[in-house]
């Protein structure tokens, strides 16, 4: 049962268009969500987050938009630039334990392979 | 910037072998990490650990073992590996316990013959 899902194995973009990328997600237990980019052997990099008492984050050409009502969040990466290319994950966090703690514990989408032609 | 260390990066061994996967971070973080990662596939908890003296099993279950004696090194111990055990692995670590990224080291790629 995948909670988190990033439908779009693959997007391919011109340089300097928008790159949108989307998640579902199906557990409304979860209450913050993270972008993280991946080259290959690298691992993920931190990209940007959004709590769930917000629906816009901000962080220079990377936005995040999250509709709660829909399960859905996604990421703009506007202009994209060919150093953009790399997979992208999405990931959730809030399934709670005892205490109310969720213990950090991040559950991932399979990721997207963004593609940006010069 | 995240200062997060594994080794090795690829390590490819024989059946029944034990190995150790290494991972080191230097930003005196509490929380840690590891992921397993197939190709094109989601990366899945395994383990986790708050602190000196405590781990815990993840969301994944897997035939690994992980042991926190020092809050900078998180070691991975596989007693005898096996083909199914080929796989990308992922060590993070967060300053705290939740909402707050988590820092990823360069991961271990490991190919069991």
């Known amino acids: 049962d995948q909670q988190v899902k990033q439908n779009s194995p693959s997007l391919s973009v011109q340089e300097g268009r928008i790159s949108i990328l989307n998640c579902d997600y199906t557990n409304s237990m979860f209450d913050y969500f993270l972008w993280y980019k991946k080259y290959p052997a690298e691992g993920p990099t931190f990209l940007i987050s959004?709590?769930?008492?917000?629906d816009k984050n901000e962080d220079g050409r990377f936005t995040v938009f999250l509709n709660k009502s829909a399960k859905h969040l996604s990421l703009h990466i506007v202009p994209s630039q060919p150093g953009d290319s790399a997979v992208y994950f999405c990931a959730a966090e809030g399934l709670r334990g005892a205490g109310g703690t969720s213990y950090g514990k991040l559950t991932f989408g399979q990721g997207t392979i963004l593609t940006v032609h010069p | 910037e995240a200062d997060i260390y594994q080794t090795p990066r690829y390590l490819v061994i024989g059946t029944g072998k034990k190995i150790t996967l290494e991972c080191s971070q230097t930003m005196g973080h509490d929380k840690m990490y590891w992921y397993q990662q197939d190709p094109g596939m989601e990366l899945h908890l395994i383990h986790y650990?708050?602190?000196?003296?405590?781990?815990e099993k993840g969301d994944l279950s897997s035939e690994s073992t992980v042991s926190r004696i020092r809050t900078e090194h998180f070691p991975l111990t596989l007693e005898s590996a096996r083909p199914s055990h080929t796989s990308q692995y992922l060590c993070?670590?967060?300053?705290?316990?939740?909402?707050?990224?988590?820092?990823f080291g360069p991961g271990t790629r490991l190919t069991v013959l």
């Open positions: 993070a670590s967060s300053e705290r316990a939740s909402y707050n990224e988590q820092f």
């Open positions: 959004i709590s769930s008492i917000k």
């Open positions: 650990s708050y602190g000196v003296n405590s781990t």
